[in-house]
């Protein structure tokens, strides 16, 4: 999951209005299928994977690989226009971290 990482440290770098071209695998950990919309997550890093124009349900828990555009979108890593998104086979969700609320502040 290096590229997932190097995706998300670049974007989260890029200044309004810029954008960056990557290519990461990442585990489906959650859908928005209103929105064809999902995020991908390694074991740290997280990428919003938003796609309006196509319509493939993709599953938690599947691994899948993306080349998309990426841009820093209020805070929130995710893609600005997506080149391929693939299913890449079976993917392992992350482990769940506690965090307490005096964390958060």
Known sequence: YEELKAAYEAAENIGKGETGEFTFEG???GTRACSNEFYIQDDIYGIDIY??????????GKKVSVTATLQNYNG???????????AAGEGQMPSAAVVNSAALS
């Open 51 to 60: 796609n309006p124009e196509d319509k493939t349900p993709f599953v938690v």
């Open 27 to 29: 585990v489906v950990v």
């Open 76 to 86: 929130l890593v995710e893609t600005k226009t997506i080149k391929s998104v693939a």
